[in-house]
């Protein structure tokens, strides 16, 4: 089972601006990283850390934190961006990873 | 640029093993923690194991006793068994690799996924 809650799906009008969020124990000792997957494809990390971007994530996805929640938020949403996302974070113990259970993003 | 490539079976009968590898290429090899992490059919994504170059291993307490891993830095590899399989084990299987920065890692590059099947 996981340990990390998601809203299983969200919609948001084109250009837009929508958060997801992520809730869960570990997240009070570990940054949480964000993953968009398309189908068919692998995940793709889109945040990691307090609020990083990998080199070619567009600069409408940020994230932020504070106590045992995580959030993603896309800001002008694209039809690019309709996907599940992911959130990931080391579990409390250290010792191993825990996902969260998943958000479908609908761009209307 | 950091690649990884994986295979494996991917059909197997109920009690058979499961086993994929993954080579990676660009990068380094050593100084990593190297995942498997799977999903399956219409599911979310489920965290199995880990290795570093070194050989120490983690485990999701859920798989860890059907769960071996192992490591060969001379080919840049790392492998994944799971015994004794069912049905509940079909799922689409990653290879990753974790990038740590302080005291939080991420999945940084990813395989390109196989899809293993168990059937009788």
């Known amino acids: 089972s996981s340990e990390l809650t998601q809203d299983p799906a969200v919609s948001v009008a084109l250009g837009q601006t929508v958060r997801i969020t992520c809730q869960g124990d570990?997240?009070?000792?570990?940054?949480a990283s964000w993953y968009q997957q398309k189908p068919g494809q692998a995940p793709l990390v889109v945040i990691y850390?307090?609020?990083n971007r990998p080199s070619g994530v567009p600069d409408r996805f940020s994230g932020s934190g504070s106590g045992d929640t995580a959030s993603l938020t896309i800001t002008g949403a694209q039809a690019e961006d309709e996907a599940d996302y992911y959130c990931n974070s080391r579990a409390s113990s250290g010792d191993r990873y825990v996902f969260g259970t998943g958000t479908k993003v609908t761009v209307l | 640029q950091v690649q990884l490539h994986q295979w494996g079976a991917g059909l197997l009968k109920p009690s058979e093993t499961l086993s994929l590898t993954c080579a990676v290429y660009g990068g380094s090899f050593s100084g990593y923690y190297w995942s498997w992490i799977r999903q399956s059919p219409g599911k979310g994504l489920e965290w199995i194991a880990e290795i570093s170059h070194s050989g120490s291993t983690n485990y999701n307490p859920s798989l860890k006793s059907r769960v071996t891993l192992s490591i060969d830095t001379s080919k840049n590899q790392f492998s994944l068994n799971l015994s004794s399989v069912t049905v509940a084990d079909t799922a689409v299987y990653y290879c990753a690799r974790e990038t740590w920065n302080g005291g939080y890692g991420w999945f940084e590059y990813w395989g390109q996924g196989t899809l293993v099947t168990v059937s009788s």
């Open positions: 850390g307090k609020d």
């Open positions: 570990s997240l009070r000792s570990y940054f």
